[in-house]
């Protein structure tokens, strides 16, 4: 098998220029990629190549790789600006111009548009209102964005296979900004393991937790898709591997160990107990060849994980859960006093704004930390149900057609990576906020 047949099409191998075409545009699209990488390491170029890449856009417009663009703007939406403006942002109004122009093509997914229409009211009418109308629509646009890009990219599993490979790509992209660019690490001090310092790295994503996450769902996903070859994901699991240790995100860790407990239940099925039982134990070995030898535990990246871990067991003695959750326990209550504080229509409909872009201080001192409590007080009990229930049933739906059907089905890979990435959404909302951010909303909608 070929290391990248992920990206080959068996329907046009015998027609030679489409073969050429097909190549054409791959081959724009890993330089569009490479340009993702300059500003990283060479700042002083990343205005040249975020040109280089909007050029490498208008190329693909009428391409399928179109699409792939937005797995990249996950990751570095913010970090290729053509003077003040992301190049994501002209990259929008494309994806817009391209779907007006497909749109009698487009089957919509029911399921999610009510969803949509609240992120659509409270864009307008919460958003719109508390910081400006530009800002509500840019949100409200972005979410229904990936909404439409999903929309093409889930009815062609090849296509999504690419679209999850851009992903990874964008991935690597970011570690590389961390790596190379200082703005992207941080220092925290631990002082529950003896005010020591752990620096974290969160490449070019604003937090920590969040490039946790997105890192966790790279490793899955390298283990998961069909088409890469042995030696390709070899390669990507370390490097993700090595990006995730370095945001010493305890959280991220948790998820990785729990995405992977769920991929190995929905793959492997009956044999998942045999299979987990040997991880678990295979897993405690290496934790334990780590502790006991110096020149491992001295690394950089396990070092801060050791101290954070240090830190969070020493709480435990103490009674002090308010510290052993880093806070979140009084966040929490906070975001519950605040919601008892509304009127009978506001618990109803909701209306703060608490979201990733924009916070009403007023409501909550600091972001709620789970976005199930953001829900209740941006969208109220109403806006929470019609959310989430569609998503839980939908999930749920999955679930069953999938150990319905016959292992190895075709396109088990795409469907899995769906029910995983719906999974992350579910459980990584306890301890993070998610609303209306929409890279965090692929999840929701894939």
């Known amino acids: 098998m070929k290391a990248f047949s992920i990206l080959e099409n068996p329907l046009i191998k015998d027609d030679r220029k489409k073969v050429l075409k097909r190549n054409f545009h791959d081959a724009v699209y890993v ?56 190049v994501y942002r002209f990259y929008s109004y494309l994806v817009v111009l391209k779907f007006v122009w497909e749109i009698k093509n487009v089957k ?14 409270h864009s307008l009418f919460a958003t719109g209102r508390f910081e400006s109308i530009r800002v509500g629509l840019n949100v409200i646009v972005d979410c229904a964005l990936i909404y439409v890009v ?42 529950g393991a003896g005010a020591q310092t752990v620096s974290r790295n969160f490449g070019a994503l604003s937090d920590a937790n969040f490039a946790g996450l997105f890192y966790s769902l790279c490793i899955v996903a390298t283990v998961i898709v069909k088409g890469l070859g042995w030696w390709v994901k070899g390669i990507f699991l370390c490097l993700f591997a090595v990006m995730l240790l370095q945001t010493a995100s305890l959280s991220a860790l948790l998820m990785l160990f729990t995405l992977m407990v769920f991929y190995i239940i929905l793959k492997f099925r009956g044999k998942s107990v045999i299979i987990l039982s040997v991880g678990l134990l295979v897993a405690i070995i290496g934790i334990v060849v780590i502790l006991s030898v110096p020149q491992l535990r001295e690394i950089e990246a396990i070092a801060g994980l050791i101290i954070r871990v240090e830190e969070k067991l020493s709480y435990i003695p103490r009674g002090r859960w308010d510290l052993l959750t880093t806070d979140r326990w009084d966040i929490w209550q906070q975001a519950l006093a605040a919601f008892s504080q509304k009127d009978w229509w506001g ?59 016959v292992k190895g089905y075709d396109g088990e890979d795409i469907k899995i990576l769906q029910l995983v990435f719906s999974f992350a959404f579910i459980v990584f909302g306890f301890t993070v906020d998610f609303f209306i951010d929409w890279p965090f909303m692929m999840l929701y909608f894939i």
Not at 108 to 121: D, E, N, Q, S, T
Not at 354 to 372: E, F, G, L, Q, R
Not at 377 to 386: R, V
């Open 31 to 86: 330089v569009g990629f490479l340009c993702s990488i300059i500003p990283g390491p060479f700042p002083a170029l990343s205005t040249v190549a975020s040109l280089m890449l909007l050029g490498c856009i208008a190329i693909s417009f009428f391409d399928e790789n179109f699409y792939l663009y937005m797995a990249m703007f996950i990751y570095l939406r913010y970090r290729l600006l053509l003077g003040d403006t992301p």
């Open 347 to 405: 618990k109803i409909i909701g209306g703060s704004v608490v979201t990733v872009m924009v916070i009403d201080y007023n409501v909550m001192s600091i972001a709620c930390h789970n976005s199930y409590l953001q829900s209740i007080l941006n969208f109220g009990l109403l806006g929470t149900a019609i959310i989430y229930i569609p998503l839980f049933i939908v999930f749920v739906y999955r679930i069953l057609l999938h150990f319905s059907k």
């Open 150 to 191: 999903l929309l093409k990219l889930l009815g062609d599993n090849r296509l999504m296979r690419k679209f999850i490979f851009a992903f990874m790509l964008g991935g690597l992209s970011s570690g590389i900004f961390g790596w190379t660019n200082d703005e992207f690490t941080k220092a925290i001090n631990v002082s």
């Open 108 to 121: 919509f997914r029911i399921a999610f548009l009510p969803g949509l229409f609240v992120f659509l009211f």
